[in-house]
């Protein structure tokens, strides 16, 4: 009988644990399913916070394009509130919606304060540097928050991005400076400017060679020089203002000088794979004794033609008695055309603006401005052949001119350097 009432309390306490598990299993999924709704809600709102801010940015960068100075505040406006309202919210579920009263508001100093446009007069307008978008979305019902109560029912996000203007990222710059012209009589865009190469391989006349400064504050070598024309360039700008240096007396630079038409000489051997060259698009050389379209000798404004025909078919050089050039080289005919499939930009280039005389004085002289120039032709054997010695860059207008070839619209530069044409950029 005592057996029979241990087994008995025995069953009874093995239910009563069984109960307990019961509940605390109950217990656990309860507060894992509050977790997991309350993650589910969180993250609805992360992810519409995301979108929120993918909108803002984008309102922001529409509206400060349009910061130009002259343009009446209403224009910006329009632009941030057009382009904002194109993307979606709520899981891509619905539109952003914006206003024309609050969401977009500018400012003169990044620290503000940001007021509408209806708060700026017109002798605001050219000082204003700031757009503000900001995007918010109300009433964002929650899945689990309101089980928890009634005023965690919906939720509210929002988005804020600020937007200026800077520089925008140019085209890396040759060692060689342009001279200042007289006011009188400024460059034109497509005209020539012509250097003579002398005997002791120096350039005179409208622009020669020079030296920028390297990050330890020393005047680069001859070496560095070559070593610029033999690669993208010098891409890290001085500002304007900033002082190069004569070259005094170089040696020849003739071999740098064509790697960027894809000819190479002692001792810049041609790399046995044709995609390892780095010539310009183009290897196409005008000179003028070259026929430009069957016409008669060009003396002015290559760039149409090397823009449009020259560069997209990948044109190699023509070869010397084409082109009416002496070039000294390996293979002084047409280059492989893969050498220009797979070339870069290095023929559109900037150059430093910079009173030349003072240059010569000197030996120094401060950069006034960046002008664009293509280079036109690879340097001849010597000074004795077909162009005696002169070579030929075109100049393409100021680096700060919008529809200068030499910027790259959209992409930020550097901000203190004053060389590009002004495009948007996030600042928060």
Partial sequence: MRHVMQAGACGLARRG?????????ALTLAVLIAFAGLA????????AKSELSNAADACALAAARDLTKAEALATPEAAGISVGEKNRVLLQSENVVLTTN?????????TGPYLT???FSAADVPSIGFVRCTVNRANISNWFMQVISATLGTSAVAATAVASTTQSQTTCALPVSVCQPPA???FAKGHWLASKVGSNNQLTGNFMWVKYYNP???LMTVPEIKALLTSAGQCSLPTIGSKVGATGN??????????????????????PDPSAAVPDFTGYAYSPVTPFNGGAPLTSNAFPDFRDQRRPGHKPYQGDTAS??????????????SYYTNGADRRLALVPVVDCSALIGSQKAPIQSWACVLMLHPMEKNINQALNGTIYLEYRGDATDPTSPCASQGIPGSTTAGIGPMVPVLVQ
Avoid at 251 to 271: E, L
């Fill in 117 to 119: 446009k209806d708060q």
């Fill in 216 to 218: 330890d504050g020393s």
């Fill in 102 to 110: 609050s969401n977009v508001t500018f400012s003169k100093q990044f």
């Fill in 184 to 186: 009188a009589s400024p």
């Fill in 250 to 271: 170089i040696q020849s630079m003739d071999g740098a000088w064509n790697t960027r038409f894809g000819i190479y000489q002692n001792p810049y051997n041609s790399p």
């Fill in 17 to 25: 644990e069984r109960g307990v598990v019961a509940i605390v299993v």
């Fill in 40 to 47: 589910l809600d969180l993250g609805k709102l992360y992810t």
């Fill in 324 to 337: 009416g050039l002496s070039v000294k080289g390996s293979n002084p005919g047409p280059q492989p055309a």
